[in-house]
């Protein structure tokens, strides 16, 4: 600790600057914004914030905070400038290693460095400037906080962008691919048309990159179907020789080298490319086609590994393996699920550090269509939504025919990660069941790929709110609860949930998964600190009933519907290709909606009840989790046991 008694700390928080992530928005950034305001109230903890951004600059939020923010060397966005925000949303550095950064830090003399992932620029700086001043024999304690199933998330993000590569490829032409992206592609500024010398200059240097990369990259796809059309010729001319040289044992040469070639066949190629070998001599003639399918089935859903599956799993794999060498290389670890230390087999301390919302602002109220109106109207005059955004929300909360009905709200990211295609797919099917259309309306905030898709399946039955900002929040969730509706997500790869604790604050009952969000959900037996909670016959007895013709494939717990975790902790994103889990999954969400659609108003209030209740008996905020990290920070493992068993979730 510094000789004036107060503690330096170093948050390194990445993707947190100015323009860090376009049109979405993560817990991550929210956890971290609410410490830092948390931070503001302290006496003896100095804070110091390096984070990534568009513009490079320094400024003090509070009189103890101070945020550094460094733009990238290499952006995701320079080097992937067609591939737009709904698609990869965050502002990463490509180019790993800031020196400046290591060395600002390093000379910060800090007596705490605290990194929120493991691989990004700032978290590397952070461990490599703890590290040499380790070296040096002076005294710094490294913390990571496991903020993300990382791996899971980014092996996504790449299998989309591989796929959204593919679909550039095959609408756009070459020479109009390279000058778009010389010019920024999606990210390219419209406030100026006028170039001054430098800018031109850069796009000149631009235009020469991209034309190397771009024509490498374009031509080594298409390198595949050329030799395919060249080989057409090739085939046909050794049909015809096959002909002549078999003559009438040609028929039955070809069924019995069928026999043996078909499996192989049906194993190889998508069934987009099943046309194109229909002959067992176009297959044996055409392996260079047959490796162009294998690199396209990337772009075709379905259990069969294609470039961009490959790529993921073997990002996956690595960044696994990373973050596990990361963590056990820290003096100690925070995580808010236990299943994290088996995960990333850590061994070294670790701390419980749970996440958490703002509880002052997620709480059970009565809210006001006029406030609620003013605020989006404010929120919409400062530029924070879009005028589809601020139409959708006033729309959601005035309409009579949404207001009628049993109200679903999603809120996060519209994307894979999230399993959003499974959550589509379960509303589609409970849209289906008898009277459902008439009774049930889901609103679904957040940004990402599915949002389109979503809004052209289900058209009127769904509110596509897009990016809403977080203060807008409890007066949603607080409309949820009116309507006796209540929150759903098909996510498993939550280290957390925000989401998951600011609904039911708000009084709305949950759907979720099993796998990393148990600790939302409250099961008769389960204990909160000292308190024991006991069953509830009325929930039960009335679920029951209307599960009575449907096999009963979900947990029923006091504030919600749990799903089982059917993957076996490995993640539905690792089981995509077993129709058998994802079919089980789906019914059970299906049935899980469908059973909370359908519950009477009077058991639906009393699991509102159960959930805001409970959540304030068990959770701790963003207050309580701060003072949970500042105990962490000073090594005060007795302050910090007091506080943590006094909400300490124990299961049944």
């Known amino acids: 600790m510094n000789s004036n008694k107060s503690l330096k700390v170093i948050m390194c928080a990445d993707y947190l600057g100015t323009g860090a992530v376009e049109g979405s928005t993560t817990g991550f950034q929210q956890i971290v914004n609410e410490w830092i305001n ?139 691919i390279i000058i778009e992206s010389a ?76 026999t043996y070639i078909d499996y192989l066949r049906e194993f190889s190629l998508t069934s987009r490319n099943q046309n194109k070998a229909t002959h067992w001599f176009d297959y044996l003639a055409k392996p260079l086609q047959l490796t162009y399918d294998f690199i396209r089935r990337g772009d075709e859903k379905g259990p069969k590994v294609g470039l961009s599956k490959l790529l993921a799993n073997i990002l996956r794999f690595f960044l696994k393996k990373e973050i596990s060498f990361y963590v056990n290389h820290c003096d100690a670890v925070t995580i808010s699920r236990p299943e994290d230390i088996a995960r990333y087999n850590i061994k070294t301390s670790v701390w419980e550090l749970p996440l958490g919302c703002n509880l002052s602002r997620f709480k059970v109220y009565q809210p006001s269509v006029d406030t609620f109106s003013e605020r989006v109207h404010y929120a919409r005059q400062l530029e924070m939504i879009s005028d589809h955004t601020t139409k959708e929300l006033i729309d959601f909360a005035t309409n009579p025919e949404k207001i009628s009905k049993k109200c679903i709200i999603y809120v996060g990211r519209l994307s894979d990660e999230k399993n959003i295609s499974i959550l589509m797919d379960a509303y589609e099917q409970l849209l289906q069941c008898k009277g459902m259309k008439d009774k049930v309306h889901f609103i679904f905030i957040g940004a990402g790929f599915a949002a389109s898709e979503i809004k052209n399946r289900f058209a009127n039955s769904v509110t596509v709110a897009g990016l ?56 008769p037996g389960d204990r909160i600190g000292n308190f024991k909670i006991e069953q509830d016959e009325e929930i039960m007895r009335t679920i029951e009933d209307l599960i009575v013709n449907a096999s009963n494939n979900f947990i029923v717990t006091l504030n919600g519907l749990c799903i089982p975790d059917y993957s076996q902790g490995e993640g539905l994103s690792a089981l995509l290709g077993n129709h058998t889990v994802m079919e089980t999954v789906q019914k059970s969400l299906l049935s899980a909606m469908y059973c909370m659609a359908t519950l009477p108003e009077s058991t639906s209030e009393k699991m509102s009840k159960y959930a805001s209740d409970l959540t304030l008996l068990s959770k701790f905020g963003t207050e309580g989790t701060w003072q949970l990290l500042r105990y962490i920070y000073l090594n005060d493992w007795k302050s910090y046991h007091i506080l943590y068993n006094q909400k300490k979730h124990v299961y049944l």
């Open 468 to 523: 809403v900002p977080n203060h807008l929040l409890p007066d949603i969730y607080n409309f949820i609860r009116l309507r006796h509706g209540f929150f759903v997500s098909a996510s498993d790869t939550e280290t957390y949930g925000i989401t998951h604790e600011e609904a039911p604050a708000c009084g709305v009952p949950l759907i979720a998964m099993e796998k990393g969000t148990r600790g939302h959900f409250y099961l």
């Open 183 to 258: 010019k920024g592609g999606v990210y390219a500024s419209t406030e100026s048309k006028t170039r001054s010398f430098k800018s031109i200059l850069g796009f000149v240097l631009k235009l020469v990159s991209y034309l190397v990369s771009g024509s490498l990259a374009f031509l080594l796809l298409k390198f595949f179907e050329v030799l395919g059309i060249l080989q057409d010729s090739v085939v046909k001319l050794g049909k015809a020789l096959l002909r002549f040289i078999f003559q009438d044992k040609y028929q039955q040469l070809e069924v019995e080298v069928r």
């Open 38 to 176: 948390q931070s503001a109230n302290e006496q003896d903890i100095e804070l110091v914030v390096y984070c990534i951004g568009t513009h490079k600059k320094e400024y003090n939020l509070f009189k103890n905070v101070l945020v550094k923010q460094y733009k990238p060397y290499l952006s995701s966005r320079a080097l992937l400038p067609l591939v737009p925000p709904n698609v990869f949303p965050f502002l990463i550095d490509l180019f790993p290693i800031h020196p400046d950064m290591i060395r600002n830090i390093i000379q910060e003399k800090p007596d705490i460095i605290h990194t929120l992932q493991t691989f990004a620029v700032t978290d590397l700086s952070g461990y490599i400037a703890a590290k040499i001043i380790q070296s040096q024999k002076k005294q710094v304690k490294l913390i990571n906080t496991v903020m993300g199933e990382i791996d899971t998330y980014f092996a996504d993000y790449l299998k989309r962008i591989v796929t959204y590569f593919y679909k550039i490829i095959d609408t756009k032409s070459l020479l109009k």
